[in-house]
């Protein structure tokens, strides 16, 4: 803790208290009440922490805590200690203006007394008796400035569920429109990438349908896990990317393969990407995968989100068939329909959510190139595409419209390391003049129909994707 005598003098020459709202530092007496006070601040600073202050012989000995106090023992989090501050500062909530230190909205998330059971220079054990905060904690140093916080005790709701740490998400089948029963609620097919939300401790991970990291690409949906503060969710959405207020999946290719931070970070102040959440999977240490549809939208509805970068839109009960042409009259993909019944299944592909389609679209893997002629003559004019079916790929037909100039020599710079001299494909042959590669990418294509023959007919390329692997992508349910 502070040495000097004057321990607040660190707390002092920090602010500027013309500018700021905070208490001056002044050291205070003795506690009134038999046990000392503590408080615990939400702090929306430049990044979201939560501030622990105790009572401590006329000051408040403070830590912040980037992910929240652990509520059970089996997570330690860390805990920064910083300068001490005056007793005045336990009541203390507002906003701390712009150019001041810790600038931000500080709130109260908890008050209340402690019991002290050791305080030393590198340990704190205690016991809470707060609002929502209570039991025994320990906070230990490890280095310099960094602690932990450990809880001792069980936890406080022995039914508490962890966040998960992945989770696959639910598919949906292909078909007509159910019949107008009351059992089915519709949505908008949302033409992006398949993203699962786990936020915890004010910070928001978000994972592709294949499990991989994607946060960093999308550095402004971040906000979301600020906005819901010390609150743990378990979101299933989609990343997309509008144009003249449609999604677009083309447009969305600028932001899913870059590898560049100052790209990243340009882009998304300039043309930034919206998370559209439609399902609520996981609810303040409680699972929600059982409960029906119909509940988990209740629960999503009720979380009251809302942002610059992230939205939950409408979805609707019965009349499909006009939620299908409105969507078809402006462009759109299709719609899903699900059973308000249905309980959510990650991983598994079920009857119980139905695409219904306007535009036909699929994936399929990349197993050759066909050179161009004229303006493309010498490099790419069109993939050579398959389906993966009974562990061989077999020959879908090849695409060669869609391609902008900028993908046509991105999409052929990746082929050209992928280059192999035998066909990757089994059963009927590609085209005499294919380029073979390793079937290692997958691409998204519109096409008017699948044949008899298994091949796609005027196939329109739409972009790479790299949230599904190649031995997941079979023929598409026609």
């Known amino acids: 803790m502070e040495g000097d005598a004057d321990r607040l003098a660190r707390y002092r020459s920090k602010r500027d208290f013309a500018a700021t709202p905070e208490p001056p530092g002044e050291a205070g007496a003795a506690p009134d009440g038999p046990l000392p006070r503590f408080v615990v601040h939400e702090h929306h600073a430049r990044a ?242 059982d409960r029906p549809y119909e509940d988990r939208r209740t629960a999503l509805a009720e979380l009251g989100l809302g942002g610059s970068s992230w939205q939950v839109p409408a979805h609707h009960v019965g009349d499909g068939a006009a939620l299908l042409e409105l969507s078809r009259a402006q462009g759109l993909e ?18 119980g959510w139905v695409k219904v389609k306007n535009i036909r679209r699929t994936d399929a893997v990349v197993g050759g190139w066909l050179p161009g002629d004229g303006g493309r003559a010498g490099r790419l004019g069109a993939l050579v595409i398959g389906f993966r079916q009974e562990g061989e790929l077999r020959y879908a037909g090849r695409v060669g419209s869609g391609f902008t100039e900028i993908e046509l020599v991105r999409v052929g710079a990746l082929l050209e390391p992928l280059a192999r001299a035998s066909s990757p494909f089994s059963g009927r042959r590609p085209p005499k003049l294919t380029r073979f590669v390793e079937p290692e990418l997958v691409c998204t294509v519109n096409y008017a129909e699948l044949t008899q023959a298994g091949t796609l007919r005027h196939p329109s390329y739409k972009g790479l994707r790299d949230d599904v692997a190649p031995e997941d992508v079979g023929p598409p349910e026609d």
């Open 48 to 289: 979201l922490h939560w501030d622990l202050r105790l009572e401590r012989e006329g000051v408040l000995v403070s830590w912040a805590v980037p992910k929240g106090i652990p509520p059970d023992p089996a997570r330690n989090n860390l805990a920064v200690h910083t300068e001490d501050h005056p007793l005045r500062y336990i009541d203390f909530s507002g906003e701390i203006p712009s150019g001041s230190y810790g600038a931000g909205t500080m709130s109260i998330w908890d008050a209340g007394t402690y019991e002290t059971h050791k305080f030393r220079e590198d340990e704190v054990m205690i016991t809470f008796h707060g609002e929502r905060l209570h039991g025994r904690y320990v906070l230990f140093r490890t280095r310099g400035k960094d602690w932990m916080i450990h809880r001792m005790d069980p936890p406080e709701d022995p039914a508490r569920e962890a966040v998960p740490e992945q989770l696959a998400p639910m598919l949906a089948s292909t078909g007509p429109l159910p019949p107008e029963d009351g059992r089915w609620a519709y949505e908008i097919k949302w033409d992006g990438v398949r993203a699962i939300g786990f936020c915890e401790g004010g910070r928001l991970r978000l994972a592709s349908r294949n499990g991989r990291d994607i946060t960093a690409r999308y550095p402004e949906l971040r906000e979301l896990g600020r906005a819901l503060g010390s609150r743990d969710a378990v979101f299933d959405g989609e990343v997309v990317a509008f144009e003249d207020g449609r999604p677009s999946f083309q447009k969305l290719q600028g932001r899913m393969h870059l590898s560049s931070e100052h790209a990243v970070r340009r882009l998304a102040q300039s043309d930034p990407v919206h998370y559209v959440i439609f399902d609520l999977l996981h609810l303040d240490g409680r699972s929600l995968l």
């Open 334 to 351: 299709g719609i899903i329909a699900k059973r308000r019944d249905c309980p959510y299944t990650p991983g598994r592909r079920s009857s």
